[in-house]
């Protein structure tokens, strides 16, 4: 076998043992569906290892990345799909369509993707306004535009009232996968830096400031923005030293690494301080009870980096409008394979673990 | 010019009149959402042509086809997507699941795709059984088996009670046109010979049938099925005089055949006694006062075919499972542009309109 293919193998059983740990970590109990199961979380893995992955298992969607790379004669294209529902539709920072169009482009980025076409999958609610409509989907044209991607195909359904919640939009992508990358959460080795784009926590807790029973005065505006250009600056400087990308949506920072973790067979020991965490998020989260490691971002990314070319990598991020905070927060270690570990402010360490439960349900 | 850039330029200018054309017809005048906006028919072509068509306009869109069809180095890909709302979500020939994936993949086959990859985006309404999202998950993964499609990204989003109603599930999906298809309702052209794969309007009648309001003795069996195999074997017998593929699905045949008109700027004349109409169907319409050519099938084809491969393109179509009640129906014409005609059963003449209102709401 010449290296690369020995290289292929290694990564495939590493990937079907990582499915054997996932599927023996998470195991589904419930008999009835519960907002958990929308976290993003644990709850979420319970029920993807439990009924999706077994009923679906491909050797592309067994890797469990942010998007399908599926090659097609001479191209490498990346494939995703995300629904929003998020609630409210409106917020500071963006909207419904915003989100979609974001979301699913970086979904794309993640791949080393440049994003090219999205689809518009629209559920309406009977009665909902016109106009609202009308703002979300110049919202989602202008997002699009701006990104430089296209919507080419699109679907509309109408359900009765109280069958919907005014408006879900479910936006799939595909993307040509840059040359330059070779990205997965298999690649991730011991010794990897890992690098954070920008302060964690300002999408979640927008949304829960947006939320009407919330009083907290405080000013914090989703993070919603498209990464590709991100993306590609790092590939540009780095190349094949980018080993692995992640957006930490739902679930935030302690999910998305925790995921990372189980999948290299690896742990991520983490230094609180060096995470960005806005003064605004900061104080919410303390009123509120949260971690803001758990909180979703919508336009943040983390990126595991061959040791070597941390300093490379943190110029090209910080040298980008969307990664001016990036930092370096931790490091990939061999021993307790699956694990995330936090040196704390005070200058302890805890287990950081997936998010559990969920405190703010439909946040994407 | 060469003949081909003339063509494809023909086809382009054709293409921006079909889209004054629709524009012109097609006027959103309400306020609010309603269910017939999601009916296929006219009401939701006035929110599309209103709405969407402007907002995300671009070359790939404006062709208004079931699939994109976009080109990626070597690659002619089909790219499409489409979300399921159908209630109830068990009924007699299918389940939501089912229903999801043969949905996409004959979008996709309606280009001249070979269908690859499926995409599964699902909102969960909380408090659904578990027991029922396997049946239904079970039945997608039996559904891309058969139908050798790989379901390769997904995502799960779930809502509080009364905010959906059980699950919805959205569907894109990628697949490789064909070499030998190049169709599109722009390339229909008069004196070309519209053909119909099957009976008409089993799907939605089975559908209503299993709604409990109803209480008619009949059996109809929705016609959900994957068409792939079929129109590669059309495609293998006739190449390109093979003009344009259309799914009668929601708005039926009458629907899809008004939207060609439009688009080819043709009419259209069909013949009503060719027109293949299961008993079941033809009763339970005669009871509920519909009309069969409004109701929607899940498993059938209308296909536009040069004059002189009629007679081979209806060998191949019954030579086919799907295909054995294929018939000749009607002929494209050059005069009344946008215009369907029927002579019906009794020898007269009639408009067929587009669907206009929702005899059967969330019917896929």
Chains 1, 2 share one sequence.
Do not use: W
């Amino acid at each position: 076998m010449d290296k690369q293919s020995t290289q292929s193998s290694e990564v495939l059983s590493k990937i079907e043992r990582a499915r054997q740990a996932r599927r023996h970590k998470f195991y589904l109990r419930d008999d009835h569906v519960t907002l958990s199961h929308g976290s993003g979380g644990k709850a979420t893995h319970n029920l993807i290892e439990g009924i999706f992955a077994p009923a679906f298992a491909n050797t592309i969607l067994d890797r469990m990345e942010d998007s399908a790379t599926i090659t097609l004669g001479d191209q490498r294209l990346a494939f995703t799909t995300d629904s929003y529902v998020v609630n409210p539709l409106f917020f500071a920072g963006g909207d419904i369509g915003r989100l979609a169009v974001h979301g699913t482009i970086n979904d794309l980025a993640m791949a080393g993707a440049d994003p090219l076409y999205l689809s518009a999958g629209i559920i309406l609610e009977e009665g909902f306004a016109i106009e609202h409509l009308q703002r979300i989907v110049d919202s989602m044209a202008r997002a699009a535009h701006e990104a430089g991607v296209l919507i080419v195909t699109g679907d509309t359904k109408v359900v009765q009232r109280a069958k919907a919640d005014g408006i879900f939009i479910n936006t799939a992508g595909v993307g040509s996968v840059r040359a330059s990358a070779n990205l997965g959460q298999a690649l991730v080795a011991p010794g990897d830096r890992v690098l954070l784009s920008g302060s964690v926590g300002d999408h979640g807790i927008a949304i829960m400031l947006a939320r009407e029973e919330l009083d907290i005065e405080t000013e914090v505006s989703s993070d919603s923005a498209a990464l590709h250009t991100l993306v590609a600056a790092l590939l540009d400087r780095i190349g094949t030293r980018l080993h692995c990308l992640k957006d930490p949506t739902r679930g935030g920072v302690a999910t998305a690494l925790n995921e990372v973790a189980l999948s290299a067979e690896v742990s991520i020991a983490l230094d609180e301080r060096a995470i960005p965490v806005h003064e605004g998020v900061r104080g919410a989260c303390e009123i509120l009870g949260l971690d803001a490691l758990t909180i979703a971002n919508e336009g943040k990314l983390l990126a595991f980096i061959a040791p070597e070319a941390e300093q490379e990598a943190l110029r090209a991020l910080r040298a980008h409008p969307l990664g001016r905070e990036a930092a370096v927060i931790g490091t990939v270690q061999a021993e307790f394979p699956g694990m995330v570990f936090l040196r704390t402010d005070i200058g302890g360490t805890r287990v950081l673990d997936m998010l559990v439960g969920d405190p703010l349900p439909r946040i994407c």
